[in-house]
Each structure stands twice: as C-alpha cells, then as structure tokens.
Nanobody, 131 residues
Framework: QPQVVESGGGLVQPGGSLRLSCAAS????????IGWFRQAPEKEREWVSC????????????NYSDSVKGRFTITRDSDKNTVYLQMNNLKPEDTAVYYC????????????????????WGQGTQVTVSS
C-alpha cells in the first residue's frame, strides 16, 4: 500500500527556515510526481510546489506557486525515497498545515497543481511562523 508521511514542521520566527520531509513507502517516488500543499485555518487548501516523477534519479522538473517561488525549494533523495521542501525566508502567511501527496498517474512529465490529480496523502505537519 503506497504511503507518504510528512515531518519537519515546527515553530519558527519570520525570516527563518525549515525543511519538511515527505517519506514515501510502497512505491518508488522517482516514477511519481509528489506535490506539497498547505491549508491555513479557515482557508482552502492551496498548492505549494511539486516535483515530477520521470524515472530519473537525478533530474526532475519542478514547479512552484508564485507565493513561494524564490523562497522554497523542492528536491528528491532517491536513495531515501524522500522528497524535501526547503523553506527559507518564512513569513507569517506561510503558517499552515503542510501536506504531501502522490500523483495518481506515474511518469507525468509536468507535475500538477490540481489536488484532484493526487491520491495518497499524508497526515500533515504544522508550520507556524511567528515572533
């Protein structure tokens, strides 16, 4: 059974950094896009970033929402079957529960921002940016 588990959230001051992890099991993540989403209190879930799964251990196209572009970086460690979201220069508006999810389809060249394209979701990890 495919599974993804997030970790790495916490409390950080504005301008600080955190690295979230999305550990995959039951499938090889190099063949599936992994997306990161977030949901703030009383707001709809929004897409943050994604990394494609094209079967390469070293190269994978990535995408970012405008709100995090230039501050967040998504990467994959194929040996650990884990996708990371490095978050720098965090802002209070980044406060949310962060979720990772696996693409429904394998070998998708361009990863999707549409959450309906993802099937297996983690339980989420809380990120709070506050002084």
């Amino acid at each position: 059974q495919p599974q993804v588990v997030e970790s790495g959230g916490g409390l950080v001051q504005p301008g600080g950094s955190l690295r979230l992890s999305c550990a995959a099991s039951g499938f090889n993540s190099i063949y599936y896009a992994i997306g990161w989403f977030r949901q703030a209190p009383e707001k709809e879930r929004e897409w943050v970033s994604c990394i494609s799964g094209i079967g390469s251990r070293t190269i994978a196209p990535t995408n970012y929402s405008d709100s995090v572009k230039g501050r967040f970086t998504i990467t994959r460690d194929s040996d650990k079957n884990t996708v990371y979201l490095q978050m720098n220069n965090l802002k209070p508006e980044d406060t949310a529960v962060y979720y990772c999810a696996r693409d429904i389809a394998s070998w998708r060249t361009v990863c999707e921002a549409d959450d309906s394209k993802y099937d297996y979701w983690g339980q989420g990890t809380q990120v709070t940016v506050s002084s």
